[in-house]
């Protein structure tokens, strides 16, 4: 018997207790009335509590800190990117969204320390699904999410992000590579955040 | 392992409580992965003598209850009868061992992954992974070297990354014979290093980056270029020389960016060469044609479309008496395009693909011999004797040096070279070196002879050679340097015969074909060679000429200037000196953009497909299939598969075939005093077309030096390193000296080199008269 009750609870799954609860109401008992009232009543008391709304686009509210916004490519204090080309965050990608293709660093033309740095940096947004495996990923923290969430526009090319377009912008005591490295440094005293910020020998090769 | 497998006695041993058996002398780490169970290696190798260098293999044996009392390297050790192995799957005590020696191995590997160009097909990754603890407990300080350095122009070391499995070493020595690179030091400090005076300019060094299990050696062409997962891999044929090597192409959106080696145990088992490898430049090459191009009245040619081009192309054609020169370099397919293109819509057997020096005798020695020859690889392999004619196997087919090699370090093959002097190749073979064919001697049915393309600048020679082979039973081989030679005389790209070796003079081949292609009659009379269709061409007894990815350097000095007055059809993939004087330029596929198939020097068939999906390119075939429709005369090939079923189905003839040359061998001239004869090849790598654009691979080129004997030398008052100058009427040749083994009245340069190109500069490859002078 038990075991039977079993199978109609899974066969029905619930639907006829639903149907009989979104039923209209159509019975005429005075209880009925009053209950359509309470209704009423909790629209009628929001009426007097605080507005949720925001006006956006013309008012803008914080998103919560940890909110997937649009990527970033960090730099090092100095300028340098981070980002060394390694494609691991487009290899973690379930979306496929990162076009990745490494380059080498030449004396000449130091884009980030060491020998290898990151030529070709895309990420598609239309195809992002912002779950930030790329951020975890990455092994030297180049990529990171800001919070950003506008990133509507109306052709597809638009959406396919650039290397220039992911950048941090420079900030106090960067330079625009391609720079040297700081003097007397490795891609290891980068690593270790030991680089204060550029130096001025480091301005000779730069184009900024 | 293979050195064993010849005695077929079977042993049966126990792998992880399965019984398995394998013949003797059987590695135990082999005789697992009959079973499926994968032992971890990183020095192990099946073509290269086992070393036991990095310890990862350890299991557990035990031979008639007597066990070993510790772990033991299952890649040094062979099966016996009764021996009972436990691999890390059953055996925790050689798990343990194994996960130490991999926490050993870890200790002083950077974390260099994302900058490693193996990282996503490393062995050392995966078998961490596998094997190995799943957290480090090291927290000292790991060792550093600078990195990375270059061991060749093209090969990068980094030496920390290395695990010393002494694989690139041992391939260096036993696989290539060019022990530049050794491991020196000892402890943590061991290292891979080169000789400080010999730089590693091996012609296989590519194949120390292929086989390293780590990404210590690193080719500096891919350095930082893609991701395994990047890449769309497509197996393919090597266009380079007539080795006949398996590659595999990986492409990265439209962009070819590497070439490794693929397997084929019956040709080049799994190497290359860096020729191969690395020189690929020339597809993505900035000289590409990409459009139909017109010459117009301006004299200046100009971008058509295709209708446009196909029409001037026939209406040029129309009415002119016209032939065909196709380079060395066609597919099969391509070649019977041309073939079928000459005979049906120009209706001439003026057609020739030998697009370098040729003669009559070559001709007949091709259509005689060549096109029934079977000489395999495995007859190296099997040789008594092994006898060169002509033929620098390192320079111009570097597998069948390999093979070669791997017989003389084996069981000491005896190799016969005809040549002018010992290269650097015929001293690691050991070579006996002969200046006259009549100084070979005890050839057996057993032997093989390997005559290269260069025999046909002797006179007279072979015919000897086509002799000496009937005579003595041995195997003959024909090695020619390019890689579509032997297809496009299956073809019937020449003069004298129609496809699969039918003679163009006998009514009943013509009658097969005539019947295959649907035709009524084809031209009876034996065609030109090139040298005679560039003769008829220059007093206009030819007033057109289809020529396909010809270098006119390479057939002689003249070739292009007696085109001038013709009407000339390119077909041709950049811009070379061919399509600065062609009237129509037809723009055709490179090797990747294309499906198609060579026969290496064996005529063994090399099929590949396409490795780039989307290109708009198309092959020969296609575009003369196109003309000859617009010319009212079809051959009827849309495509590359459609013509390799035609081809098959027409099958080898097995009639009557002409008759052998019987030329006799004309004594040379003795030149006396400064003046010596001419001698030159081609090095492997040099200035050829298809090496374009790749400068480390050109980095390790070997130095061009004139070459004289010790005599001369001292005549000269020259040393090793000295300049001479190398004269004839139209031009001099200066380099550095390198004395030799050469005959005292001859001299050699290399044909094709930076600072050397004999055919440009003397208008001749061989046999020359030339004044040599200290410069
Ligand atoms: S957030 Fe997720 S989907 Fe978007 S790029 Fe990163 S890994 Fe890909
Ligand atoms: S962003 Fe990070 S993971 Fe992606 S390529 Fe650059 S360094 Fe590598
Ligand atoms: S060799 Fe392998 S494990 Fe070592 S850095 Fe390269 S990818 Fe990583
Ligand atoms: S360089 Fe590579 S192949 Fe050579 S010993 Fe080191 S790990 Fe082995
Ligand atoms: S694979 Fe056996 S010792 Fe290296």
Partial sequence: ?208 | MTNNVETTEMITCVIDGFEVTVPKGTLVIRAAEKLGIQIPRFCDHPLLDPAGACRQCLVDIEINGRAFPKPQASCTIPVETGMIVKTQLTSPVADKAQKGIMEFLLINHPLDCPVCDKGGECPLQNQAMSNGRPESRYEGVKRTFEKPINISSQVLLDRERCVLCARCTRFSEQIAGDPFITLNERGALQQVGIYEKDPFNSYFSGNTVQICPVGALTGASYRFRARPFDLVSTPSACEHCASGCDLRTDVRRGKTLRRLAGEDASVNEEWSCDKGRWGFKYISSRERITTPLLRGTDGELHEASWPEAIAAAAAGLAGKRAAVLTGGRLTTEDAYGYSKFARISLGTNDIDFRSRGNSVEESEFLAAIVTNLSTTYRDIDKADQVALIEFDPEDESPIVFLRLYKQSRKRGLKVTTLASHSSRGSEKLGAIRINNISELSELTAKSVILVGERAHETPGLLSSVAALAQQSGAKLGWVPRRAGERGALFAGALGNLLPGGRPVTDAAARVDIQSAWGVSTLPAEAGRTTDQILRALDRSELGAVVVGGVDPMDISSEALTSMLNSFVVSLEISHSAMTAIADVVLPVATVIEKSGSYLNWEGRTRAFDRALEDSLTRSDVRILSMLADEMKRPINLPTVAATAREIESLGHWDGATVTAPTQSLAPEVIPTGNQATLESWRLLLDLGTLQQGEENLAGTARPATVVISAARAATLGVVDGNSVSVTHERGTITLPVAIGDIADEKVWVPRNSIGSQSIVTFGAGRGVLVTVVKA
């Fill in chain 1, 1 to 208: 018997m038990a075991e039977n009750s079993e199978i109609n609870k899974r066969e029905d799954f619930g639907l006829a207790k639903a149907e009989s609860e979104s039923a209209p109401i159509t019975e005429q008992v005075a209880g009925s009335f009053f209950k359509q009232l309470q209704g009423f009543w909790v629209t009628f008391i929001t009426m007097f509590k605080k507005v949720n709304t925001v006006q956006y686009p013309f008012e803008k509210a914080p998103t919560a800190e940890r909110f997937h916004g649009r990527h970033q490519l960090n730099r090092h204090p100095d300028g340098l990117e981070k980002c060394i080309g390694c494609e691991l965050c487009a290899w973690a990608c379930p979306a496929d969204a990162i076009y990745v293709e490494g380059g080498t660093n030449t004396p000449e033309e130091q884009y980030s320390p060491g020998e290898r740095y990151g030529k070709v940096y895309q990420i598609n947004y239309l195809r992002c699904v912002f779950c930030g495996l790329c951020i975890e990923a990455c092994p030297t923290r180049a990529l990171t999410m800001s919070n950003e969430f506008e990133l509507a526009d109306s052709t597809r090319e638009k959406l396919i992000f650039e290397k220039e377009d992911l950048l941090a912008p420079l900030r106090q005591g960067m330079l625009q590579p391609p720079h040297p490295m700081y003097p007397g440094s490795t891609d290891t005293t980068y690593y270790r955040g030991e680089v204060p910020g550029s130096h001025p020998s480091q301005e000779t090769n730069s184009h900024a």
